[in-house]
C-alpha cells in the first residue's frame, strides 16, 4: 500500500477524511488495515487570507504542506478541502508526488451514476471559480448554481460554524429548504463541495442523491494506494 498525505486546512475537514478512509479502507484491506496515513496543516488563519493576494498565498501553503508530507514519505497526497483546489494546476508544477483532484474525482463518479442535472454547493470561492465547470466540461450534465442570496447564505454556515465543528439546527433547516427548492426544479443530485457539509446534509435531510466530495476523495484516495 502507498503512503497517503492529507494537505489539511481545516480540521474538521481533515478529521473527516482521516476517519473515512481509516474505516473505509477495512472494506478493502480487512479488519484495521488502512495504508499509512500523514497529516500535515498549517494554521486555518493562514488561509484565511481573502484579499487580492490570496490565491498567492493558498498557493504557497498547499506547495509547503504536500513538500512537507513527501519528506514523511508520503506517495501521494489529497487535500480535503474544495476551495484550495483553484491553484491546483499552478501547485502541481511545483511538487514532486500526485495530488488527486477533489473535483475530477467527483465528476467521475456522477458520470458512473449518470446524473443530469446537479446542484453545487461550497464556498463563494468554490461557487466563482472553475475548479467545478472545468471538472464537469466534458460530461453532459448541468451544474446548477444557488442565486447570489443562497450562496452567501452557505458560505456564512460553512465559515463561521461548520469550520469549527458548529452543527446547528438552524442551519440544517435552511440547508434542507434549499434542497427542496431545487429539487422541485428538477435537480436530480448535490455535490457536496466542501468537506464540512456532510456535517448537516445527508439522505436524511434531501431526496436528492448526494455526490459528497469527502467520501469520493477518500475512496479515490484508497484506490490509488493500492495501484
Not at 484550495?84 to 483532484?101: D, T
Request: glycine fraction near 6%; hydrophobic fraction near 45%.
Amino acid at each position: 500500500m502507498k503512503h497517503i498525505g492529507i494537505a489539511a486546512v481545516t480540521a474538521e475537514g481533515a478529521a473527516i477524511t482521516y476517519k473515512y478512509i481509516c474505516s473505509a479502507s477495512e472494506q478493502v484491506f480487512g479488519k484495521h488495515t488502512h495504508p499509512e496515513i500523514s497529516i500535515h496543516g498549517f494554521s486555518f488563519s493562514e488561509h484565511m487570507n481573502f484579499g487580492p493576494e490570496r490565491l498567492k498565498k493558498w498557493q504557497d501553503l498547499l506547495v509547503r504542506s504536500i513538500n512537507k508530507l513527501e519528506a514523511t514519505g508520503a506517495q501521494l497526497v489529497i487535500c480535503p478541502s474544495n476551495t484550495p483546489h483553484e491553484v491546483y494546476e499552478q501547485v502541481c508544477k511545483k511538487i514532486n508526488i500526485p495530488w488527486l483532484n477533489i473535483a475530477d474525482e467527483v465528476a467521475k463518479v456522477a458520470e458512473q451514476k449518470q446524473y443530469k442535472k446537479i446542484l453545487l454547493l461550497g464556498t463563494q470561492f468554490t461557487f466563482n471559480s472553475a475548479v467545478y465547470p472545468n471538472a464537469f466540461e466534458h460530461l453532459a450534465a448541468e451544474i446548477v448554481i444557488p442565486t447570489d442570496e443562497e450562496q452567501v447564505l452557505v458560505h456564512s454556515l460553512i465559515v463561521d460554524e461548520l469550520v469549527s465543528g458548529v452543527v446547528s439546527e438552524s442551519a440544517k433547516q435552511a440547508m434542507q429548504g434549499l434542497l427542496s427548492k431545487y429539487a422541485q426544479q428538477g435537480v436530480d443530485s448535490v455535490i457536496l463541495g466542501c468537506t464540512e457539509l456532510p456535517l448537516i446534509i445527508d439522505e436524511a435531510l434531501t431526496q436528492l442523491a448526494i455526490l459528497d466530495s469527502t467520501k469520493i476523495l477518500g475512496d479515490a484516495a484508497i484506490k490509488a494506494a493500492t495501484n
